[in-house]
């Protein structure tokens, strides 16, 4: 991986040493996924701000990227506040009902079919809006995550080789084991693929550190009571969306407190989530315990992949659409495009409606443009773009709008 910018001098082994830092940050840090169409944007409340700048020893941003890498945490307990703002107008659920299909999960609940409960939908909500989550973890074996709601909760509980997830409001459980009697994984079991903690997202921002990136020490910080230094990872290209990511690192574990990302197009942070409290001390072993309330709807894994509308990807729905994915371009320019097969423009119509009021969801805000390519629609947020070509191929990625129109001229 190529150097980032710093202002301090390295020997090449320091150089191979730093190396080794990221990709250890890689792998010890919870791996999500941050960008999509509809990914999500984060930003706090005022009283998650900042509360002082405390006087802590010199370090370089080397040191900071080793110091995440060698964090070790095990145990801690907390609350995290996160707040997501796309700056798109009120789609009137339509992107709960869209993220729910990609998912593969069942709906909402309450129309009868699949379970309320199930965390492949439920937490697909983290992407928009504002929440606050208890999260608390002792070891490899034993998480839980709580989405507050109002007057309800939802908790994802992992304890040993069961994993539960409770809706309160539905009364809903849903049960799935992290092994088969074979001992090997079973493919039934949801992966947590929304980020939901600081950690979460400053994994994202070390995959992104290459010779494309800036990475500095941008002095310190306070969160949650916790003093730490602070992470700046910025973009060197043009044509990227995103101004500069900054990672509040705590000063004792290395552990991230605080993550925040601010558009290249200026204004309030775009991404941005940070605890409002947290310890490292153990958490009590009832912490993870559940039993099934009595009447709760209790709906197995495997019992809910055997429907149809709700296990797996749909017969020539998006995952079938998706298999022909790729990646032009590098760094933080880096664009996803796939071939949709579709003709003529934005869907108008689909047998459950959710395509046709997409179609009509984009084109209302969305920039008809034109180019070698032919013509299209762009699809805008304050992070992610994405052209919709006339000829049913998408071109989707962090990058403005004429970074879109390129790709597509480059492909033909």
Not at 15 to 33: N, S
Not at 117 to 135: F, I, M, N, Q, Y
Not at 261 to 288: E, H, I, N, R, Y
Not at 354 to 378: C, H, N, P, W
Request: avoid cysteine; charge should be negative.
């Amino acid at each position: 991986m190529a150097p980032i910018d710093s202002d301090d001098n390295r020997t090449a082994g320091e150089g191979e040493e730093l190396r080794a830092g990221r990709r250890k940050a890689a792998r010890y840090v919870v791996p999500v996924a941050v960008m999509g169409v509809a990914a999500a944007t984060i930003g706090l409340v005022p009283a998650l701000a900042d509360s002082g700048d405390p006087d802590l020893p010199k370090v370089t941003a080397e040191q900071l990227i080793e110091k995440i890498a060698k964090s070790d945490v095990q145990q801690m307990s907390g609350t995290v506040r996160i707040n997501t703002d796309l700056g798109l107008p009120d789609l009137g659920g339509l992107e709960s009902g869209l993220m729910s299909g990609m998912s593969g999960g069942p709906g909402a609940g309450g129309d009868g079919e699949g379970s309320a409960a199930d965390p492949s939908a439920k937490l697909t909500e983290l992407v928009s809006g504002s929440h606050t989550l208890r999260v608390a973890a002792d070891g490899p074996d034993r998480q839980k995550l709580s989405l507050l709601e109002n007057a309800a909760e939802y908790s994802l509980i992992h304890n040993g080789d069961d994993v539960w997830g409770y809706d309160s409001k539905s009364n809903e459980v849903y049960h799935s084991t992290t092994s088969g009697s074979d001992g090997r994984p079973e493919k039934d079991v949801p992966e947590k693929d929304v980020p939901a903690t600081p950690k979460d997202f400053a994994d994202q921002a070390l995959k992104a550190v290459d010779d494309t990136t800036s990475v500095t020490v941008g002095g310190t910080a306070q969160v949650a009571g916790r003093d730490a230094y602070r992470l700046v990872v910025e973009p060197k290209q043009d044509g990227s969306t995103v101004g500069a990511i900054t990672v509040a690192v705590d000063a004792e574990t290395g552990t991230p407190l605080k993550f925040t990302l601010t558009p290249a197009s200026g204004g309030a942070a775009v991404v941005d989530v940070g605890f409002t409290k947290v310890s490292f001390a153990k958490p009590d072993a009832s912490t993870f315990d559940f039993t099934p309330p009595e009447g709760a709807k209790v709906t197995e894994a495997d019992e809910s992949a055997k429907a149809p509308e709700h296990g797996g990807p749909a017969e020539g729905g998006l995952a079938e659409g998706l298999d022909g994915l790729k990646v032009v371009g590098e760094g933080w320019n880096a664009i996803a495009t796939f071939d949709t097969g579709a003709r003529g423009g934005l869907p108008t119509a689909s047998p459950d409606g959710d395509l046709g009021a997409l179609g009509g969801f984009l084109g209302s805000f969305g920039d008809q443009v034109k180019g070698d390519f032919g013509s299209g629609t762009v699809f805008k947020t304050r992070l992610v773009n994405a052209l919709i070509t006339d000829d049913g191929k998408v071109y989707a990625g962090a990058v403005t709008k004429d970074a879109l129109v390129k790709a597509a001229d480059a492909a033909q």
